[in-house]
């Protein structure tokens, strides 16, 4: 008896399968295709770290025709402030506005992006993005689940009620809220009883007499009101010890999530803030902060260039050398972040 072919069969079978392939494949693009993403940071709506958020989403809407949208929720409204690293690593949330130093206790390397007399001045910590320095931070973001998108690199001050802080000697016997790990070690060996707490805390702190001393951003000294409070401020208009990269991330759950059409769409506005949003509405953060502070009669020092020295003189031998030592790949981050300075 003559068996029949099964060739036809065969075929049957393969283009059938084919075909449920691209059903599927296509079902899932659109899924893909169309997100609402969350956006979760600390500071209050309307701060510039919000409209960084804000503009960087309504682009990547545009770019995308709608297929990716954003709600936003300012004012740690959805998660903690420190919280926010660890729900985009387990894709919880899809990005945030975020200090990176707060992510310092679960990735040590991180504090280079806070690291007292680092980063001459905003613009000279932007070149980050395309310096080894800032591909190192990144790979390392990466490693740990989160992705970077735009650098956001803040300059900051130190506030009192009790007395203007020039010198690390002046520090001594303040109880001090220094934001950062290796500030926090600088400033416990200069003499300061340290308090730890995201910045969105520091004004109940500073009214019920749990800080008397603080540092923090420009941008926080003004949103949060805190010249209701401080009476002194040394301004980082010509020098200043803390600078803060606090960046637009993401998830690499969500980021792996997108089409590769709707991560270009992504890296392209991240690309414009960088070359046309960022530094102009970062530049002017510390002259708001000093004409804020001088409308509320509160006294305004310039930190000059033999204060910066001392300082810096300090630092090398407390945070910097602490760094070198007990963080992995400590010295190395800190040969980069030096050589970007150059």
């Known amino acids: ?42 500071f209050a709506a309307g701060d510039v770290r919000d409209m960084m ?13 709608g297929e990716i949208k954003f709600r936003h929720y300012p004012a740690k409204s959805l998660f903690k402030p420190k919280d926010q690293w660890d729900a985009m690593r387990k894709g919880a949330l899809d990005m945030s506005c975020f200090p990176l130093d707060y992510a310092s206790g679960k990735v040590p390397q991180l504090s280079i ?23 190192k931070v990144e790979a390392l973001m990466e490693k740990n689940g989160v992705k970077n998108l735009v650098w956001a690199f803040f300059d900051g001050g130190i506030g009192s009620k009790i007395k203007q802080i020039k010198v690390p000697a002046d520090v001594k016997g303040t109880r001090l809220r ?22 969105s805390e520091t004004y109940h702190a500073l009214a019920t007499g749990v800080l008397d001393t603080m540092m923090t951003s420009s941008a926080s000294f003004v949103t949060y009101r805190l010249y209701e409070i401080l009476k002194y401020i040394n301004a980082p208009i010509d020098y200043s010890i803390w600078y803060m990269a606090e960046n637009l991330c993401i998830s690499m759950k969500t980021w792996n999530r997108l089409t590769p059409d709707q991560q270009k769409a992504f890296l392209e506005a991240a690309e414009w803030m960088h070359e046309n949003w960022i530094y102009e509405n970062f530049k002017t953060l510390a002259e708001k902060l ?8 509160r006294e305004v020092h310039f930190m000059n260039k ?11 031998k407390t945070a910097w050398k602490d760094f070198a030592k007990k963080v992995e790949g400590g010295q190395e981050l800190l040969d980069l972040a030096i050589a970007a300075m150059k």
């Open 53 to 65: 958020g804000r503009v960087f989403g309504d682009m990547v809407t545009k770019k995308t025709n």
């Open 178 to 199: 220094a934001a950062g790990k290796k500030f926090e070690f600088m400033m416990r060996e200069a003499g300061a009883s340290i308090t730890s707490m995201p910045s």
């Open 306 to 316: 033999q204060e910066f020295e001392a300082w810096l003189a300090f630092a090398k």
């Open 1 to 42: 008896m003559k068996m029949r072919s099964r060739k036809p069969l065969i075929t049957s079978c393969i283009i059938f399968a084919v075909a449920f392939s691209m059903i599927f494949l296509k079902t899932g693009t659109s899924c893909a295709r169309s997100m609402t993403l969350k956006v979760s940071h600390q």
């Open 290 to 297: 000093v004409i804020e502070y001088t409308r509320a009669g």
């Open 113 to 135: 992006t806070l690291m007292p007399c680092s980063v001459a001045n905003i613009k000279q910590g932007l070149t980050w993005r395309n310096k080894p320095i800032g591909k």
